[in-house]
């Protein structure tokens, strides 16, 4: 079965440093999305991407944040400068259609960041 | 404001009993809603979605009830298996524009032997 492949499973950077995390959603996908997961809290949406635009995005995805296409098979999240409140595991995800044609959405493994 | 809530407490229960989590929300109206399954260091798995317009919708062992008027998702299962242990999550599309999935805090379930 296809999945969402996201790479490094974990990440240690220092603060103010710059991080890339890398996601390839599953191929036939136009959808793609970020989320994070602060350890113990819920699973909270970042933004979603579609047609190499972002679609939506939420409060949390201020100016250090940034994603992209680079090439027809990644999506990318950048953060600028780590701050240590940004320590969380970041999920992937895609999805064939928007969620709101009641669409699923299908989900990386995710990458566990520390921010020291 | 618009929350989601789901029970924050573990749920445990014997195997072989129903397992039945809630889901509640406010001051929205979605035109469905998701429940997935999370295990711990993973990623969200999709079981369910029940449209506004459906009272139940069932899968194997899973069955999933959506009240409108209550504003109330129950979501069950059936002869609960250890395999089963995983916290459980409620997604809705609260902003209506179509990409962007809001999340319950999730319910631990525990099925013990």
């Known amino acids: 079965e296809p999945e969402v492949t996201q790479t490094p499973s974990h990440q240690v950077t220092q603060m103010g440093q710059e991080v890339i995390l890398r996601c390839v959603p599953i191929?036939?996908?136009?959808?793609f999305y970020w989320y994070r997961q602060i350890l113990g809290q819920k699973v909270e949406f970042l933004v979603s991407?579609?047609?190499?635009?972002?679609?939506?995005k939420s409060e949390i995805f201020d100016d250090q944040f940034s994603v992209e296409r680079p090439d027809g098979s990644n999506f990318t999240l950048k953060i600028r400068s780590t701050k240590l409140e940004d320590s969380a595991m970041y999920f992937c995800?895609?999805?064939?259609?928007?969620?709101?044609?009641?669409?699923?959405?299908?989900f990386g493994s995710g990458t566990q960041l520390s921010v020291l | 404001s618009q929350k989601i809530e789901q029970n924050s407490e573990a749920l445990n229960i014997q195997e072989g009993k129903t397992a039945t989590l809630t889901c509640n929300y406010t001051?929205?109206?979605?035109?469905?809603l998701q429940w997935y399954r999370q295990d711990p260091g993973r990623g969200p798995v999709f079981l369910l979605l029940?449209?506004?317009?459906?009272k139940e919708k069932r899968k194997e062992r899973l069955k999933v009830t959506f009240d409108t008027t209550l504003k109330q998702s129950l979501f069950h299962i059936t002869a609960s298996q250890p395999a089963d242990s995983a916290t459980y999550l409620c997604a809705l599309d609260i902003t209506g524009g179509g990409n962007k999935l809001t999340f319950g805090t999730g319910t631990q379930l525990k099925v013990e032997l």
């Open positions: 991407f579609y047609n190499n635009e972002i679609s939506e």
């Open positions: 995800a895609s999805s064939p259609l928007p969620t709101g044609s009641r669409e699923k959405l299908f």
């Open positions: 191929s036939n996908h136009l959808y």
């Open positions: 029940i449209r506004e317009n459906e």
């Open positions: 001051n929205y109206s979605p035109a469905y």
